[in-house]
């Protein structure tokens, strides 16, 4: 996947704030630089002070040559920064941002689409499904969510695509299938042409791409976003040891390792900060406990070895009744 360079930081105020679903906030901010945010696209976001943190949010929304972009935040129920500072934000707050940011662009040209949002990652969809009805494209939505309650957009978008929407929902026992999904693609007559774009929680992105390989679909066809924002284990704090530099750092749940080594002093190469482009892998020495990958860099085998991770997104969990927090050695490269 391509990683577009870094587009450069301005200043963006906000003009709106209201809720887009339990426990999530849609934020409209006016950029002192506007610019068109194509569907796919994201912004980073530098939220709360000290330690420099950064925060990647889809565009739902791109309205009037990009002078108002609107951009939904879920609150994580251990942000002491990130998505706290982001449910702060009143009306006049400014806030740094940049520009438009496209990892996740939206191709011309297939049979058929289909776009999977699980829970939060609907908003890395919003624009893609109202870009296809424009363009008169076959395409189906698929959304998946807890309850109605914390499912964001999902009235406005079952309104705006109607029968090309179809709603999973757990607590009314409509839980995605993947495997059902995928084999349904596959034995469309359209399936070497038919793409998947998805944004959700890492485990029902790892079971779409495991089924897709299964189902010999092109690899190709299936594109992702993923902000690295959820994982199998809860975010907890832990501790990481450096025995190169003989540093020993405490990474706090709503930190990444690489914000708390930047904080630290500690250089380290990234680029996406998402876990799509590997640059920060760092080698494991050890952990005491479970090392909980968030990326979707390494393979599935590799996860399994854990003999490295992507410091952007992965951590490190002691699991639950453990007094003490996982200690992870690394050594930087
Ligand atoms: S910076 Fe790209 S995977 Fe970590």
């Known amino acids: 996947m391509a990683v577009q360079a870094r587009a450069r930081w301005q200043r963006a105020r906000v003009v709106e704030v209201a809720d887009a679903a339990e426990g999530v906030r849609r934020i409209v901010l006016e950029p002192e630089h506007p610019e068109h945010a194509a569907p796919g ?112 957009y999902l009235d406005d978008l079952v309104a705006e695509h109607g029968d090309r929407v179809r709603v999973h929902v757990d607590d009314e026992g409509t839980s995605l299938a993947v495997g059902g999904l995928v084999a349904g693609i596959a034995q469309a007559p359209a399936a070497a042409t038919t793409e998947l774009y998805m944004c959700g929680p890492i485990g029902l992105m790892d079971a779409v791409s495991r089924t897709w390989a299964e189902h010999g679909l092109p690899t190709t066809n299936l594109r992702f976003e993923t902000f690295g924002s959820s994982g199998r284990h809860p975010a907890e704090e832990f501790v990481v040891r450096l025995p190169q530099l003989d540093r020993e750092i405490t990474v706090a749940p709503d930190t990444s390792i690489l914000d708390a080594l930047a904080a ?70």
């Open 41 to 152: 696209t994201h912004i980073d976001v530098e939220t709360g002070s000290g330690a420099r943190r950064v925060r990647s949010y889809s565009v739902v929304r791109s309205e009037d040559g990009g002078r108002r972009l609107t951009l939904s935040v879920q609150l994580s129920p251990t942000s002491r920064g990130g998505s706290a500072a982001m449910h702060r934000l009143r009306v006049a707050d400014e806030v740094a941002v940049t520009g438009p940011l496209q990892n996740f662009p939206l191709a011309v040209g297939a049979t058929r689409y289909v776009l999977v949002a699980g829970g939060i990652g609907v908003t890395a969809l919003v624009a893609m499904a109202s870009a296809l009805r424009r363009r008169g494209a076959d395409y189906e939505l698929v959304l998946a969510g807890r309850s109605r309650a914390v499912m964001a």
């Open 264 to 333: 630290a002093g500690v250089d380290t190469l990234s680029d996406c900060r998402k876990g799509e482009c590997g640059l920060c892998l760092a080698k494991v020495v050890n952990s005491t406990g479970t090392i909980d990958h968030r990326d979707i860099f390494l393979s599935e085998s590799q996860k399994e070895r854990s003999s490295s991770l992507c410091l952007c997104v992965s951590r490190a969990a002691a699991g639950s009744g453990q007094a003490r927090p996982a200690v992870l050695s690394l050594h930087l490269t």
